[in-house]
């Protein structure tokens, strides 16, 4: 079966220092890559996808970054947090095409102070 | 273009009665749509889906949710509320195309009160 492991669950990190985030997936292959955030009271905004080896699509420009170094492992990167970078950063995966479920990691909790 | 409204932020039921969460989608395609539940502090569970076969779509932990194209409306009902049930609830629709471009709803609270 397919699993998806997200880490670290939870981060505390000055303004101005890196970040890290890293996914990785079990059980499947090519998938699609997701990472969404979720800001305290709203909803969650995808922030980027992949759908192979180095291919990266942005959706909301931000200076946070994403790479994708093998085909199951995703990471979300910042070279310098903002207090704005705060909130709840989630991994997805899905298959190829349209009506596929995409399955979320556990989540992983940021806080910029 | 698509998107999707979940019309209460909040909704509280007592434990025992039924709960409706509403759910009304657009898109230029024919839509897949999910709920996802999320408790706190975790990531999102899929309770159930509708990709173009059976209208009513049974899911689990009870839920059920029923595609009403001529509405526009992915309702999620359950008979009777369980405290385990408040939580947090994400409808979601999916269009076509090689990318699977997915679309959000705000979502909404139950509350469940002993």
């Known amino acids: 079966s397919q699993t998806i492991h997200q880490w670290p669950a939870t981060l505390v990190q000055p303004v101005g220092s890196p970040l890290s985030l890293e996914c990785t997936v079990e059980g499947t292959s090519n998938p699609n890559l997701y990472w969404y955030r979720q800001a305290a009271g709203r909803g969650l905004q995808l922030l980027f996808y992949s759908v192979g080896i180095g291919q990266i699509s942005s959706e909301v420009p931000q200076n946070l970054s994403a790479s994708r170094p093998q085909d199951r492992q995703f990471i979300l990167s910042s070279k310098k947090l903002l207090l704005s970078d705060s909130g709840f950063y989630l991994c997805?995966?899905?298959?190829?095409?349209?009506?596929?479920?995409?399955?979320f990691g556990e989540g992983s909790w940021l806080t910029v102070v | 273009a698509q998107s999707v409204t979940q019309l209460d932020s909040h909704v509280s039921v007592s434990e025992g009665t039924p709960v409706l969460l509403r759910c009304n989608y657009s898109?230029?395609?024919?839509?897949?749509l999910f709920w996802y539940v999320q408790h706190p502090n975790k990531g999102l569970q899929l309770l159930l889906k509708y990709t173009s076969a059976a209208t009513l779509v049974k899911g689990i932990n009870g839920f059920e949710a029923e595609f009403k194209k001529s509405e526009t409306s992915f309702h999620l009902t359950k008979p009777s509320a369980h405290m385990s049930d408040a939580a947090e609830y994400f409808c979601?629709?999916?269009?076509?195309?090689?990318?699977?471009?997915?679309?959000f709803g705000t979502g909404t609270k139950l509350q469940v009160i002993p």
């Open positions: 997805a995966w899905s298959t190829g095409g349209s009506g596929n479920t995409i399955y």
């Open positions: 898109s230029s395609y024919s839509p897949s």
């Open positions: 979601v629709v999916s269009g076509s195309g090689g990318y699977q471009k997915v679309t």
